[in-house]
């Protein structure tokens, strides 16, 4: 006994691969997937630590405002991730290569 294939009808066009040359194809028909984004929330208020203007003043000459190295010691990221943390007003770990 041998398997008949259906011939699909006019209504459902044949998908993707598998059309014969020619023959029309319908992307939109075909398998879907879907996709979940993760909702990115900023931190509690309470664990952010507030860098008040006056404070960054007050900073010795040569020392950085945000971390306990000198402001010599740092290297182009400890630069850019040290003024990033001050001009973002929070706290996070140190960058900077312990010397």
Known sequence: MSAVR?????AHPQVGRGAAEGEETDMSSGPTMTIHF?????PDEARWRLIPAEAAAE?????CA????????????GVRFCAA???????RGCVCPTR
């Open 38 to 42: 993760r909702q990115l929330t900023r």
């Open 59 to 63: 900073t010795v000459e040569g020392s």
């Open 66 to 77: 945000v971390c306990p190295h000198p402001a010599d010691a740092h290297d182009e990221i």
């Open 6 to 10: 259906p011939t699909p009808s006019p």
């Open 85 to 91: 943390t001050a001009a973002g007003k929070f706290e």
